[in-house]
Nanobody
């Protein structure tokens, strides 16, 4: 089986920074795309940032210039560096990964989610 474990959330003042980590472990052949989503109370989950297999990155307009997604393939880990945080960034942040794993007879691409980590931006 495959697991995604997020860490790095917490309480930060407006203008501050946080770095989220997402470590994948288990039955992994390779990791395709990785992404960060967030969900604020009463709102739908939204895509914040993504990184494809070719390392092409994309960002939601609301976080461009402030957030940076990166990956360490050797550690099967993705990061989200969040700078200049605003109260509207408050949400539960989820890691998502499309992972190629071993199955009987070959390989399979499947999506996985982490358990989420709370980010609160408040003075």
């Amino acid at each position: 089986q495959v697991q995604l474990v997020e860490s790095g959330g917490g309480l930060v003042q407006p203008g501050g920074s946080l770095r989220l980590s997402c470590a994948a472990s288990g039955n992994i052949f390779s990791i395709n795309a990785m992404a960060w989503y967030r969900q604020a109370p009463g709102k739908e989950r939204e895509l914040v940032a993504s990184s494809t297999t070719s390392r092409t990155t994309s960002y939601a307009d609301s976080v461009k210039g402030r957030f940076t997604i990166s990956r360490d393939n050797a550690k099967n880990t993705a990061y989200l560096q969040m700078n200049s945080l605003k109260p509207e960034d408050t949400a539960v942040y989820y890691c998502n990964a499309n992972i190629k794993r071993y199955v009987f007879g070959g390989l399979s691409d499947d999506d996985y989610w982490g358990q989420g980590t709370q980010v609160t931006v408040s003075s």
